[in-house]
């Protein structure tokens, strides 16, 4: 299984980003549920989003919305992540992972995940 981020970068307050994930060796990927976390420097991983194979999308909180989307190309075997008017605290490693089904929505489940990407948003 091999999950390789890319997409990373400096990027000034306000601005956008666009992270992708390409993944291999997970058995079919349109069948899979991929999302993204990420994990500053010190701090816990934070759990982000999901893209279910249905195409239900969970965010793991509310305050995310409307600042993170979620992609995918199946036919690319890749997930996407569009990050909109970046702040300092957005900061962070951020990776794709693998999903699972909670009670009450899709949530990355960090059993897999790749090597990340590297946001710094700074001015």
């Known amino acids: 299984v091999q999950l390789v981020e890319s997409g990373g970068g400096l990027v000034q307050p306000g601005g956008s980003l666009n992270l992708s994930c390409t993944v291999s060796?997970?058995?079919?990927?349109?069948?899979?549920?991929m999302g993204w976390f990420r994990q500053a420097d010190g701090k816990e991983a934070e759990r982000l989003i999901c893209?279910?194979?249905?195409?239900?999308?969970?965010l793991s909180d509310d305050s995310l919305n409307g600042r993170f989307t979620i992609a995918r190309d199946n036919a690319k075997n890749t997930v996407y992540l569009q990050i909109n008017r970046l702040k300092s605290q957005d900061t962070a490693t951020y990776h794709c992972?693998?999903?699972?089904?909670?009670?009450?929505?899709?949530?990355?489940?960090?059993?897999?995940w790749g090597q990340g990407a590297q946001v710094i948003v700074s001015s």
């Open positions: 992972s693998d999903c699972a089904w909670y009670s009450d929505g899709y949530y990355p489940e960090l059993r897999y």
């Open positions: 893209l279910a194979h249905s195409g239900v999308v969970t």
């Open positions: 060796g997970f058995g079919r990927f349109k069948d899979l549920d």
